[in-house]
């Protein structure tokens, strides 16, 4: 077996260039402010700016570092087997507008690509979703029919690209597929020609409701703007509890060169087996790079990630014998407890304040979609769709209750049970045991304490109570991280934060003191 590769980074921000910025300095205007600089928040940013408003976007970290900087660049209105779900909760107008509104996006994208001359590998591909098991083929086939009412060019079919059998597959055609940060990296090129102000390495930590609204950063400079767009994957400012609406995931990602002629020419992804999806795209050699993701996971579990990786490992020398893993990295998504994505006004926050997330690992058109959704609803011309995706569904809500209860349950279960956790502490050895790279929760002076030893033998150590809504975060082994388990903040070994919905890292503590 090949080893897998070290590079947690991706192969999207490794090959791609996207420009520097500066923080937020002083006191700004504008006349919207866009909070995170992933798909959604730079679709919508540069939806506003072609639309003349005056546009400030900010980004906690790096543009595109996050979710989408880890995505697997896939542009489809085929998402895995939601057609028929979607046909039997919502109905079948619900089922119509999202195929109308996802493939509005995929078509968008092709359109800007055209229009700014953006150099970033799209190409047009079929999806499908395919089973190898006989037991999913009802399910499918029922797919292929919901997907095909709801107006896409959807087919069941036996035959696929992929070199091994599968028992069948809804395929639709006419998709596509490209570089993320490439294509973003256009769009942040045309928003600055537009006159916008992109900030990195400014965490907005408060925002005030008012006309105009006032948001705070940690540099301490403010932004005043009539309208703010809160596209941080997982919502901040959330008085009236989104996040109760939301569950977390990561999938594990690897991908290496595969020879041109080895190419399956799709976008494949079942949910058998952990989850399996595949693609590539092109390498300037003139090969492929493979990219498959799976083993999907709920973060601050303590799941074995390492073990996730070798499974995922395992799994694509034996269907692509020909590839050498030279890149993995993981991705993290939240879906709904509806299905929907939460794209329009944020409840309780007023007429001017949006927020975009939930789209279930489906955020290359969701994202596209969000920007095209919110900036049509600033003109004051609002998509067919808008009320599809409202965060203020009711409707939605009523029927997804008992999803809700379950994913409000398993929170409650981690606040909880993770406090009344008998952990080690830093007198029985448990801290003494650690071996290089790994990390464990224990008892501390101060309360649950997160110590990792890191590959030199030193210790750092820090609260292990999440400072977003107060869970206790589990070690990722693989990407040697602290996440939470209730609403999927990580954080660096030293507490640094790497994801929200945190706004403060997690407190240091001496490990000497343990």
């Known amino acids: 077996m090949n080893r897998l590769a070290d590079s947690g980074s991706s192969y999207w921000m490794g090959t791609a260039a996207l420009p520097s910025f500066p923080p ?15 798909i959604a928040g730079l679709s919508t940013a540069w939806e506003l700016a072609r639309a003349g408003l005056d546009v400030v976007v900010l980004e906690a970290d790096r543009i595109a570092g996050g979710v989408t900087g880890h995505t697997t660049g896939k542009l489809t209105a085929l998402h ?33 690509v055209d229009a700014l001359g953006i150099s970033c590998d799209l190409e047009r591909r079929p999806a499908l979703t395919y089973c190898e098991q006989p037991e999913g083929v009802d399910a499918l086939r029922a797919e292929a029919e919901a997907a095909r009412a709801a107006g896409l060019t959807a087919s069941f079919v036996t035959e696929t690209g992929l070199p091994f059998p ?75 509890l989104l996040a109760a609406r939301l569950t977390q995931h990561r999938d594990l990602v690897i991908a290496g060169p ?52 070798a ?65 049509a609803v600033v003109r004051g011309e609002p998509e067919p769709w808008t009320d599809l995706y409202a965060p203020d569904r009711i409707g939605s809500a009523v029927r997804s209750a008992p999803t809700l209860l379950k994913a409000q349950w398993e929170t409650g279960k981690h606040f909880v049970k993770d406090r009344l956790e008998t952990f080690g502490d830093g007198t029985d050895g448990t801290v003494r045991e650690l071996r290089p790279g790994q990390g464990t929760v224990v008892r501390g002076k101060d309360g649950p304490c997160a110590v990792h030893r890191d ?30 388990p209730c609403h ?17 890292p997690l407190e240091r503590r001496d490990p000497d003191e343990l």
């Open 455 to 484: 590959d030199r033998g030193g210790l750092h150590a820090v609260s292990a109570v999440c400072t977003h809504l107060g869970c206790v975060v589990a070690f990722n082994n693989a990407e040697r991280t602290w996440e939470c």
């Open 488 to 504: 999927g903040s990580r954080f660096g070994v030293d507490g640094e934060i790497l994801q929200g919905p945190a706004l403060s």
């Open 80 to 112: 895995t087997s939601v057609y028929d779900t979607l046909r039997t909760e919502h109905g079948d107008d619900a089922a119509r507008w999202y195929a109308d509104s996802q493939s509005a996006a995929l078509r968008h994208v092709v359109e800007v």
């Open 24 to 38: 937020l300095a002083g006191v700004a205007e504008a006349d919207a402010v866009v909070i995170g600089a992933g």
């Open 166 to 240: 599968v028992a069948g597959a809804v395929r639709v055609e006419d998709q596509a597929q490209f570089h993320p940060l490439a294509y973003l990296s256009g769009l942040v090129d045309d928003i600055v020609a537009l006159g916008g102000r992109i900030h990195e390495g400014t965490r907005v930590m408060e925002l005030d409701r008012g006309d105009p609204c006032r948001l705070g950063t940690d540099t301490g400079a403010t932004v005043s703007a009539r309208h703010v767009v809160v596209a941080t994957h997982h919502p901040l400012f959330d008085h009236t």
């Open 311 to 375: 499974r995922l490992q395992d799994w694509t020398e034996q269907h692509f014998p020909d590839v050498t893993i030279t890149h993995r990295w993981a991705a993290q998504d939240n879906s709904s407890t509806d299905t929907l994505p939460l794209i329009g006004r944020m409840p309780g926050s007023g007429d001017n304040v949006y927020v975009a997330t939930g789209f279930a690992g489906w955020g290359m058109t969701g994202g596209v979609m969000a920007g095209t959704a919110i900036a």
């Open 258 to 309: 595969l020879p041109a002629p080895r190419d399956p020419d799709g976008m494949y992804i079942t949910e058998e087996g952990g989850k399996r999806s595949v693609r590539t795209t092109p390498l300037p050699d003139g090969g492929r790079l493979l990219i498959v993701t799976g083993e999907a996971f709920k973060p601050g579990t303590g799941e074995d990630t390492e073990a996730g990786y």
